[in-house]
């Protein structure tokens, strides 16, 4: 028997947070025009100048889900608290989804087995998720956010960028119809203070705080939001890029996961992002193909991406796990279907087709696998989806080994039109 339906975080209007470079060097192309240019454009510019000619904010909520929970019962939060699965006194199944920062520092994250959190934080409170209510929360805030913004990049739930150049402009212009002289401290002034008024707002309207990191571009902007968490500032002058960068490790690079971390220590013995500068591209290339001139542009502060303010679902999907490992795989097998009926509810309520279908097995032990297949087309057949997602399963059907949780995913979502394939057409 399962202990009820969960949705993975790309629920309630999230973006599924991927690990893969590739994604987040969309716009870097990496041209040999780029490449030449990149560290002596960036090097000149940084001397020259701390004046910002584009201002971007990164605005991420602190331990979101757990802060909404907190928002109901604010009297709890300097105590430790724990959104997840049921813990049952130690002997619970499923994992942690979000924790506030009291637990934070005794060794509690995201993604830990709940049986693990509670050896390690009996005291804390816990709570079941409660994802529509995030959802809610959620859209509050963004709504919020784009009154101070002249763009808005939604890139999951709880973050985003802002394009704010035109706001602080205009707040400079105000400066200077009071009789002030225009310069970087005037500039510095208004950035601080739409920063704040973000935060105050946010603060009062859903009792909740966020930290923002600012920079002349979404990649720096995005890494400084992470050093004063939470409810922090932190602000990377045009000029103080290089400085600020160089000491971080590498694995402060969004993308840069434990894989391609352990690759640029061992293979190149790469651990800052100054000796990730250092390192010639060609040999970046070598390991990484395009995505080794990106890590050299981010190294040098290089990130030309423009705020698109536009926001679609990259996946959507939902996992359940059994109150005990499993070894009947119809049984499996049929909590399978009831989390792809959930995952293709939602595609179809928001208007969604889906090309590529996903399956996540976690057996006993916590030994995890996924495996995915490509469509021809798009469809929005339900059929479609139970009949690959049983093609998939059938792999570890003779496994032997008990399953603790299984998982269905969609992707290469897009937004569907009159003429979608059905069953019928799928066979023809």
Request: charged share 30%; aromatic share 6%; proline share 3%.
């Amino acid at each position: 028997m399962c202990n009820g339906k969960r949705r993975a975080l790309q629920t309630s209007g999230c973006v599924s947070r991927t690990s893969s470079l590739l994604k987040l060097s969309g716009s870097i192309d990496g041209d040999d025009e780029k490449k030449g240019e990149a560290s002596s454009s960036a090097n000149a510019k940084n001397a020259s100048s701390s004046r910002f000619e584009r201002v971007i904010f990164h605005v991420d909520m602190d331990s979101f889900y757990a802060s909404c929970e907190l928002s109901l019962r604010p009297e709890l939060k300097d105590t430790p608290f724990i959104v997840g699965a049921d813990p049952k006194d130690g002997k619970g199944r499923g994992v942690v989804i979000a924790c506030n920062y009291p637990a934070r520092k005794l060794g509690v994250r995201s993604a830990l087995p709940i049986s693990k959190a509670w050896e390690l934080c009996p005291q804390a409170v816990y709570v079941r998720p409660n994802f529509d209510f995030y959802g809610r929360v959620s859209e509050a805030v963004f709504e919020i956010i784009r009154q101070f913004a002249d763009r808005v990049e939604q890139v999951s739930i709880d973050e985003a960028y802002l394009d704010v150049t035109g706001r602080v402009a205009s707040m400079m212009m105000m400066m200077l119809s009071q009789d002030h002289k225009a310069n970087d401290d005037q500039q510095e002034y208004s950035i601080r203070s739409l920063a704040s008024s973000i935060k105050e707002s946010i603060r009062e309207k859903q009792g909740i705080t966020c930290s923002i990191g600012v920079a002349e571009s979404k990649i720096v902007a995005k890494i400084a939001t992470d050093m004063n968490k939470p409810d922090g500032l932190t602000i990377v002058k045009p000029e103080k890029v290089m400085d600020f960068l160089a000491p971080l490790p590498v694995g402060r690079i969004p993308g840069v996961g434990k894989v391609t971390e352990g690759i640029l220590n061992s293979r190149f013995g790469i651990r800052t992002i100054a000796d990730l500068r250092g390192t010639p591209i060609e040999d970046l290339e070598s390991a990484f193909g395009r995505n080794g001139a990106w890590l050299h542009n981010v190294a040098n502060g290089i990130d030309r991406s423009e705020v698109v303010e536009r926001w679609e679902h990259v996946s959507l999907s939902g996992e359940t796990t059994f109150e005990q490992d499993e070894s009947d795989f119809s049984k499996v097998a049929k909590a399978m279907y009831d989390v792809a009926q959930d995952v293709h509810r939602r595609a179809v309520s928001e208007n969604y087709t889906f090309r590529n279908v996903g399956i996540k097995v976690r057996f006993s032990g916590f030994e995890t696998h996924t495996r995915s297949r490509s469509l021809k087309v798009p469809t929005t057949s339900l059929e479609i989806l139970n009949a690959e997602c049983e093609k998939l399963l059938s792999e570890f059907a003779r496994s032997g080994k008990k399953v603790r949780l299984i998982g269905v995913r969609v992707s290469s979502l897009e937004r569907s039109a009159e003429g979608q394939s059905s069953l019928l057409d799928w066979q023809k």
